[in-house]
């Protein structure tokens, strides 16, 4: 595309416009104003992709039509479990968004409601959404821990924080706030380093706290199973009213437990708590250290709900909290980062110990859960490519083993092979994984993957102990490709359509060969580097990005695909039917 030449112009009352004294090249046109989806020229649905238009010299592009789609409004009231209106409770409309064969929801758009409990949420695109709301609770901050905190949308730092207790934090940006801990404001690299007197200590904090009830996500029309949430059909310019619902609370709860090491108490371990199955599509967690003298940690005002207890040492940094609904209910938070990681606080050649256990709050605390730390074990292995001796491109490979489910505590640092092409993964404790191959050469492509002679590739991979053999990676140099035509009820070729290409059978959880693009202004498409096997091919006039990795989904476009098969160094090519767009 061409960037040397851009332009932007408004156009008149009549919607007409002219770009003049353009350089040849190729060009998109995009169109934007309030109240409408975003829009690109030759764009066949709301969320899907235009076609470039591409001038040449002395050439002339007349009646160029962009179609706009109005935005609609969804709005609501929320109230109490008292019946009274719920101020300033946090409001959230939701997608589903697919990623690797997993479906999580996605929010599109956060609001507060006023002091009349009502909620506006405008200038939505066209669509299905899950309507959530949660009342703002307090946060009661434990002595020595370190919140960092990440928010989607703009603007405001920590508001209304009075000494550890009622931190409201404010929506935006990222947020640190150190309670205690580390050495004072007159330590060194302090503000009142270098002689300059230290100001008198703060005032001790109070014992910890635990809340009288807490709340919980509620989600349209008034169920906390999200599962159980009836979707809000939004049509283009329509107003959607009468979303209430009330708020739900729950008394909250406490997890007690020791973290042991060799039958001792572990020191300096760090023990977190993940949200099992968190539906906003990232994670909810809480860490802390362990007591050095017992081992003993507890995490207190936790809502009811499935969870992962995860222990580590030498794998994380300062206690933190990493906050999503619903452990993120003040002010709002909805997406959630944290600096920390295995990173610079894990000690150089120190084994990497961990444990894990799940467990469920219902109705009641949580005692005496133990967790036993193991060691870490090694996954050597070698990376080598077909026809070719080992190069500097090789070392440039990525290889992870990535947990499934994803728990960052114990999440396992990728690594690059040595010049022969050998690599070593440390501290992989037990549990589930996938293998992660990326940074290939060009034209090179994941061809088979066995550790101990046991294909990982298709079934993943379980380690319960050190495993009895290498990781043999082998890449090959023979990808295929594969040119598809685009066509209609009528057999003619049609434009702008998301394409993508499936594999059959035991590949569908390879997502690295998955493969997709948009077919151009005559509905053709080109994919290269395609791995050699059996593919379906699907065109859709509107999907979401991803939806086709995921089995559910392509239930119901079984009959709709084409089946191609991709030889080494293969060219295939197909027609493809257009699965229309259902406008809503």
């Known amino acids: 595309m061409s960037s040397q030449n851009s332009q932007a112009i408004t156009s008149d009352d009549g919607g007409k416009f002219a770009f003049r004294d353009l350089t040849p090249g190729q060009y998109r046109l995009t169109v934007t104003r309030d109240g409408y989806v975003p829009s690109e020229y030759g764009q066949r649905s709301p969320s899907g992709s235009g076609v470039p238009i591409t001038l040449s010299a002395q050439q002339q592009f007349k009646d160029a039509r962009v179609a706009m789609v109005q935005t609609g409004t969804i709005s609501g009231r929320i109230l109490t479990r008292y019946g009274e209106p719920a101020g300033n409770a946090n ?105 300059a007197p230290a100001p008198p200590p703060p005032p001790p904090l109070p014992p910890a706290m635990d809340d009288a009830n807490m709340s919980l996500p509620v989600y349209y029309p008034g169920t906390t199973d999200v599962t159980a949430a009836a979707p809000v059909d939004l049509r283009s310019g329509g107003n959607v009213g009468g979303i209430n619902m009330t708020l739900a609370e729950a008394k909250p709860l406490r997890i007690r437990g ?72 003040a002010a709002g938070l909805n997406v959630a980062n944290a600096g920390i990681g295995r990173g610079g606080a894990r000690v150089p050649g120190a084994p990497v110990l961990g444990a894990r256990v799940p467990v469920d709050l219902v109705s009641a605390d949580i005692e005496g859960v133990s967790l036993l730390l193991e060691t870490g074990f090694n996954v050597n292995g070698r990376v080598s490519s077909e026809g070719q001796s080992a190069t500097d491109a090789l070392s440039a490979v990525r290889i992870q083993l990535v947990s499934d489910p994803q728990l960052p505590p114990l999440a396992v640092p990728a690594v690059n092979p040595e010049a022969d092409g050998s690599f070593s993964v440390t501290g992989v404790t037990p549990g589930t994984y996938r293998l992660s191959v990326a940074n290939l050469p060009r034209n090179n492509y994941l061809k088979s993957a066995r550790l101990g002679g046991v294909d990982i590739l298709n079934g993943g991979l379980r380690i319960d102990s050190a495993p009895n053999g290498a990781l043999d990676i082998v890449l090959a140099t023979t990808p295929g490709t594969l040119e598809a035509t685009v066509v209609d009820d009528r057999q003619l070729p049609v434009s702008a359509v998301t394409v993508a290409l499936v594999p059959d059978g035991a590949q569908q959880k390879r997502y690295d060969i998955y493969r997709s693009g948009t077919s151009d202004g005559s509905g053709r498409l080109r994919l290269e580097n395609v791995v050699p096997g059996d593919y379906r091919i699907y065109a859709w006039e509107s999907v979401e990005s991803g939806a086709w990795t995921d089995p559910d989904f392509m239930r119901s476009y079984q009959n709709n695909g084409v089946t191609v098969h991709i030889g080494e160094n293969g060219q295939a090519s197909t027609n493809v039917k257009l699965i229309p767009y259902r406008a809503n």
């Open 91 to 195: 409001v959230q409309a939701l997608r589903y968004t697919y990623q690797d064969g997993r479906r999580s929801l996605t929010v599109t758009q956060t609001i507060r409601t006023n002091d009349l409990g009502e909620f506006r949420l405008f200038w939505m695109a066209p669509g299905q959404y899950i309507i959530s709301a949660q009342g703002t609770d307090s946060l009661s901050v434990g002595p020595g821990e370190t919140f960092m905190v990440q928010a989607p949308r703009g603007g405001g730092g920590p508001a209304g924080l009075v000494g550890a207790f009622g931190a409201q934090l404010g929506v935006g940006g990222v947020t640190q706030i150190m309670v205690t801990g580390g050495a004072g404001p007159g330590g060194p690299g302090g503000p009142f380093a270098g002689g």
């Open 258 to 329: 020791q973290v042991l090491n060799g039958g001792r108490p572990a020191s300096g371990a760090q023990v977190s708590l993940l949200q099992r199955n968190s539906a906003g599509g990232a994670f909810s967690m809480r860490s802390a250290t362990v007591n050095s003298d017992t081992g003993a940690f507890e995490f207190r005002n936790v809502a009811p709900g499935g969870y992962e207890l995860i222990a580590s040492l030498n794998g994380f940094g300062p206690g933190a909290m990493i906050m999503t609904a619903p452990l993120g209910a």
